[in-house]
């Protein structure tokens, strides 16, 4: 079975530029998070989807990033205007059961860099 | 609200010798699940164990954690610390419907 797969696995970008992240879940999983990392630090939840729609985008700074599940299955997170504070790795994971604790399965990750 | 705590940023212990790593939680829900997560260098995080019982043992790979409701806690621990077992550690609190919480993590570095 496939894991999660997420691209691209890197990108550089000058302040103001934005950027789109793209990730295929597990098949059949339900559940889809995206989570920033900044580094030497936890996974920070952004925003998460049960098929296609948004559970919770609380922590998601709307003014500059979007998060879309159009069919249930993949995801794309989009940063508009990237800040050097958006230095990350942007993790995304899938998951299944909902309502029956299921672990939670990650992606490799895109490592941001914004100069 | 809910939320996870890990104590000691960065732990480093010798090879051989026993290691602990805490964490403790805040949570109004009283069906919980817990997960340590690992991650190595240039890794994603993966699920190391997992456990919704209260005061059952859970055992993988040689560490163990027993989820104790009472102490809010669930703390990871292994009885011989390997060169291997270098990576980020994190616990992870569900309470439900999928909803995770996340502490900031523990380095672990095991040296000769």
């Known amino acids: 079975e496939a894991g999660v797969t997420q691209s691209p696995r890197y990108a550089v970008l000058q302040e103001g530029q934005a950027v789109s992240f793209w990730c295929d879940p597990i098949?059949?999983?339900?559940?889809l998070y995206w989570y920033q990392q900044p580094r030497d630090q936890g996974p920070q939840l952004l925003v998460y989807?049960?098929?296609?729609?948004?559970?919770?985008n609380s922590q998601l700074p709307s003014d500059r990033f979007s998060a879309v599940r159009p069919k249930g299955t993949n995801s794309t997170l989009k940063i508009q205007s990237a800040k050097q504070g958006d230095t990350a790795t942007y993790l995304c994971?899938?998951?299944?059961?909902?309502?029956?604790?299921?672990?939670?399965?990650f992606g490799p990750g895109t490592r941001l860099t914004v100069l | 609200g809910d939320s996870v705590t890990q104590t000691e940023g960065l732990v480093t212990v010798t090879e051989g010798l026993p290691v602990k790593l805490n964490c403790t939680y805040q949570?109004?829900?009283?069906?919980?699940?817990f997960f340590w997560y690992v991650q190595y260098l240039n890794e994603a995080p993966q699920v190391l164990l997992k456990?919704?019982?209260?005061?059952k043992r859970t055992e993988h790979q040689g560490f163990h954690a027993t989820l104790h409701k009472s102490s809010s806690s669930f703390h990871l621990q292994k009885s011989s610390a390997q060169l291997s077992d270098s990576a980020l550690y994190y616990c992870a609190l569900n309470t439900g419907y999928q909803n995770f919480y996340f502490g900031k993590g523990t380095s672990l570095t095991v040296i000769p």
């Open positions: 994971a899938s998951s299944s059961d909902w309502g029956n604790y299921a672990e939670q399965f």
């Open positions: 456990s919704s019982t209260d005061n």
């Open positions: 098949s059949g999983h339900d559940t």
């Open positions: 989807f049960r098929d296609e729609a948004v559970i919770d």
């Open positions: 949570t109004t829900y009283l069906t919980i699940a």
